[in-house]
């Protein structure tokens, strides 16, 4: 594979360039004319520990405080679940039905450019039905992007030490908010890849010469990989000045940050791969070249994060990934997401919670909402004149 790469080297003056910096880079992504999106109240039925919940969130930002196990991560799950449909700690929508139960139902009521909508999610039984203002949605493709929510939860260092599936969902979960046609061409590309892969191993017991389907699956797979892969390239010019500022803001080093794109596309074009790879293909059974095996490399200081970052480097950059993802959002979708911190109190060193509480209650960031076991430590961290709701579980 080789690798797209963009470098940014850190500021020479420290933290207030980078501050200056970042006000910068926030004056050029995000327009005067972002709005704020909030979450005004949420009901929960069936939903996780939940046999039924109502919630009211009246300060820009509440904290969820309660002891262990009484579901403070469970109602931002829910939160977050009417923004997308799903929940953010599991693919299955089983999982969250309450246990022993058939299904669930979450509510909740928006604000948006001073309009106000209920969103309700019902699933029972593998069907959903999603109504907003009233309007039943078919198509989950077609709700995206109206509500959006970023949220920092402790298991997410997997971003950073796990394979390349991670992220590669990572980024498809951003774009496939931002740009209905990635999030299509996403979808197609996985239903042909599929397809593709059938076929390979149907040849493996029994070949056949016949290729017109072979070549339709190729010309649909180069079409969409073409795509996806500019798209990716794309948002990585963006992302990068955005992870860059954000790093050096939390943790206040001058490291150089790179982010670079591996994808097999970036040396020849998908149609060549999968004429070219057809061997390889039918001896394993399945498409090892394309767009499906695309990663980004977190570097610091010319050492793969992963491997050689402390635990404290690996923090900070997660956070500043979440950060720019939350700024990167901002610009493209023309409203502020509902930033939703989960437990960050028990993982973040002080030095690092200040500078993280000193960006988010900045210019740029919109409603928060997060989980703590002690309130007045949060209390403590925001300071005495802050406004903040404590729901208390
Ligand atoms: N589908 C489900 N049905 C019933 N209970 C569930 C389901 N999923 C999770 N739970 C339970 O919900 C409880 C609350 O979990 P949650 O993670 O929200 O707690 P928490 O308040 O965030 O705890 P902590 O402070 O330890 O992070 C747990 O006891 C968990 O077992």
């Known amino acids: 594979m080789s690798s797209y790469q963009y470098r940014y080297v850190s500021f ?8 200056l910096n970042l006000q910068r880079i926030y004056k050029k992504f995000c327009s005067p004319s972002i709005c704020l999106t909030t979450i ?8 996780r520990n939940y046999s039924t919940g109502n919630f009211e969130f009246s300060q820009p930002v509440t904290c969820i405080t309660g002891p262990n196990g009484s579901g403070k991560t469970n109602l931002l799950d829910a939160v977050y679940y009417l923004c997308y449909t799903k929940s953010y700690f599991t693919a299955y929508q089983q999982n969250v039905v309450q246990t022993g139960l058939d299904g669930f139902r979450v509510e909740g009521v928006f604000e948006k450019d001073g309009k106000t909508e209920t969103v309700s999610c019902k699933w029972k039984q593998g069907k959903k039905e999603l109504i907003c203002d009233g309007v039943e949605y078919d198509r989950v493709a077609e709700y995206i992007g109206k509500y959006a929510a970023v949220m920092i939860a402790p298991d997410d260092l997997e971003l950073i030490n796990n394979g390349g599936e991670e992220r ?4 498809d979960s951003i774009l496939g908010q931002t740009d209905k046609v990635y999030l299509e061409s996403l979808m197609q590309y996985q239903r042909v890849l599929q397809q593709r892969n059938a076929w390979l191993k149907q040849q493996f017991q029994n070949p056949s010469t016949d290729s017109i389907a072979l070549d339709f699956y190729n010309d649909q797979l180069a079409m969409h990989g073409e795509y996806i892969h500019q798209k990716r390239k794309l948002f990585l010019v963006e992302f990068l000045p955005l992870l860059d500022a954000y790093y050096h803001q939390l943790c206040g080093g001058r490291e150089e940050i790179k982010m670079i794109y591996e994808s097999d596309l970036l040396q020849k074009p998908m149609l060549q791969w999968l004429k070219e790879s057809l061997q390889n293909d039918l001896r394993l059974q399945r498409t090892t070249r394309g767009i499906h ?6 570097v610091l200081e ?16 997660l956070f500043a990934l979440k950060l720019a993802q939350y700024a990167y ?14 437990d960050i109190f ?3 060193d002080q030095n690092r919670i200040e500078a993280l509480l000193r960006i988010i209650r900045g210019e740029g960031f919109g409603q928060v909402l997060l989980t703590d076991t002690h309130p007045e430590r949060v209390r403590a961290a925001f300071g005495a004149e802050a406004a903040i709701h404590f729901v208390q579980l």
């Open 346 to 348: 028990e993982k973040l």
């Open 40 to 47: 005004r109240k949420i009901s929960v039925i069936q939903y």
């Open 168 to 171: 590669r969902k990572w980024v």
């Open 329 to 342: 959002l901002s610009k493209v979708l023309g409203h502020l997401p509902i930033l939703l911190l989960d």
């Open 293 to 298: 095996k695309d990663d980004w490399a977190y």
């Open 302 to 317: 010319n050492a793969l994060i992963r491997q050689f970052g402390s635990q404290g480097q690996k923090k900070s950059y």
């Open 12 to 19: 020479p003056n420290g933290v207030c360039t980078v501050f």
